[in-house]
């Protein structure tokens, strides 16, 4: 890809994505195989004002190496350095920028007990995660690697193959016309304009129907409301979160999800892949998941506690959505996700409920918005998906067609 291509995609990300503010320190999260692209990442950071960019380097095949030879014990365990490190980002609030371009089979076959050590350390990261929940702009983007491109077209040379990755990169987020910002602008109105219609209805109940067997209903938190592309901290910056985002969501009342849901995406998960699986709730909690290939990650990923058996999120995507119409399965959740109308199990969203600002953890919990070390989005839209929304009055509205907008 031509480098003055990715130099303004790395401008997009930083100004429009993380949006990041003069006298700012960000923070990138990136695998080794991006070393030119993240360096044009810092530098338009640092033209964007950042006091401070940090880049946080991963390699999967190092964690495997981890999983193999370490005891579970040390594998589990959270050193002192973590945690001051953890309590740094706390103090100083950096801007977080993630970078995806992982092979999503990049840990398949890795020992067993790296989740269990996953779930362990959660445990010690989420105070600290919860701690900066609605406090700094963060953005997840994504770049190609050579492995992930080859998954996606494996059809093309390695060459090829990331050179097509880039171009349906760009195109999914809206980075490859004259003037992506200005894209990004009218592509904001335009999903806040769904999300307010949506409020406007003060829904209390969601209900899904698929040939697939897609039978399922949510209850919604009466002061939750719909949210959709640009996000604002609570001093007041805006930002951009997921690039790409086509989806209008919200976090419902975790203790009603009713049914069974059938995944119409395969999910890669900590790069296992999980294939065919449906969902099924009985007063809010997974009671049962099944799965035809990648049946023990999906048992893991409800195992990581109790909150990972409930949902903290409802989002809707229609088919129209350009990652859809590309016809492509990225296997990368931030792609799929906004390809299809999704579920999440795990944490909710606390900025999903009017006046969460004024209001503790414990307190959105008992309204109904779920706690969790984790969040797995996995997807359940599909080309004659239908979903109701009954109002607080009882009266039933269409919200989605044949998998897209009923109004």
Known sequence: MKKTVMRSYAKLIVRVGANVQKGQEVRVFASLDQPEFIKMLAEECYKAGASRVTVDWNYPELTKLSARYMKLRDLSETREWEKARMQDMVDHLPVRIFIESEDPDGLRGINPKYFKAFAARIKISKPYRDAIDNKHQWCIAAVPGEAWAKKVH???SKRAAVEQLWK???YTARADGEDPIADWEEHNRDLKARSKYLNDLHLRELRYHSANGTDFKVGLIPTAEFHAGRDKT?????YDPNMPTEEVFT?????????IVYATKPLSY?????ENFSVRFEKGRAVEVKAEKGQDVLEQIISTDEGCHYLGECALVP????IHQSGLLFYNTLFDENAACHLALGFGFDECVKGFENMTKE???EIGVNDAGNHTDFMIGSDDLSIDGVDEHGKVHPIFRNGTWAF
Not at 234 to 238: A, D, E
Not at 270 to 274: E, F, H, K, N, R
Not at 319 to 322: A, I, R, Y
């Open 270 to 274: 900590q790069g296992q892949l999980i």
């Open 363 to 365: 307190e959105l919990y």
């Open 234 to 238: 609570m001093q007041g910056v805006v």
């Open 168 to 170: 349906d990169i760009l």
């Open 251 to 259: 976090s419902p009342d975790r203790r009603t999800a009713e049914g």
């Open 154 to 156: 494996p059809e093309l």
């Open 319 to 322: 088919k129209e959505s350009p």
